[in-house]
T-cell receptor, first 112, second 113 residues
């Protein structure tokens, strides 16, 4: 059974700081891993998708890496801004069941 | 640019009542999903459908049924609502394969009293 864990559960940083969010998964037979952002009371917005054959993906100030063999991914946010405050979720797709399974999320607060 | 549309957005039910949450996608995706989100627990998969005509249980299927009516629509039914089913429900769709993003609806906030 695929289990996805995100650490830390919550993070508060001052504006301008670089930060790293972590995601780990137990079944390495995945097709891809996605990072999502969720604002309070809203749906999920896809930030980055990393295919299993890729090591990293970048979009603006965001960089996501994937180490499939060790079951880990990181989301790096450079020069954080108050507008980055949200919950960040990772999800893995694939494995034996072709399901999209989520981690519990990291609640990020960027203080102005 | 509708994407994934869920209805209703909000619903209050009494214990024992039934209701169906509707989901439709216009991206011609094969896979569709229903999740529930509770505080501190991320999104938990209730049911998913890999293609039209197929459905399978996720992590928390008890108390729910689903119907994949056609390729576009995937509905979630609560036959006899319980307070433990108070949650925010999300529908999602994706294609199958390595380079496939999942797209989400805006959610249905359900309260069972």
């Amino acid at each position: 059974k695929q289990e996805v864990t995100q650490i830390p559960a919550a993070l508060s940083v001052p504006e301008g700081e670089n930060l790293v969010l972590n995601c780990s998964f137990t079944d390495s037979a995945i097709y891809n891993l996605q990072w999502f952002r969720q604002d309070p009371g809203k749906g999920l917005t896809s930030l980055l998708l990393i295919q299993s054959s890729q090591r990293e993906q970048t979009s603006g100030r965001l960089n996501a890496s994937l180490d499939k063999s060790s079951g880990r991914s990181t989301l790096y946010i450079a020069a954080s801004q108050p507008g980055d405050s949200a919950t960040y979720l990772c999800a893995v797709y694939g494995g034996a069941t072709n399901k999209l399974i989520f981690g519990t999320g990291t609640l990020l607060a960027v203080q102005p | 640019n509708a994407g994934v549309t869920q209805t209703p957005k909000f619903q209050v039910l009494k214990t024992g009542q039934s209701m169906t949450l509707q989901c439709a996608q216009d991206m011609n995706h094969n896979s569709m999903y229903w999740y529930r989100q509770d505080p501190g627990m991320g999104l938990r998969l209730i049911y998913y459908s890999a293609s039209e005509g197929t459905t399978d249980k996720g992590e928390v299927p008890n108390g729910y049924n689903v119907s994949r009516l056609n390729k576009r629509e995937f509905s979630l039914r609560l036959e006899s609502a319980a307070p433990s089913q108070t949650s925010v429900y999300f529908c999602a769709s994706s294609e199958q394969g390595a380079n496939t993003e999942a797209f989400f609806g805006q959610g249905t906030r359900l309260t069972v009293v």
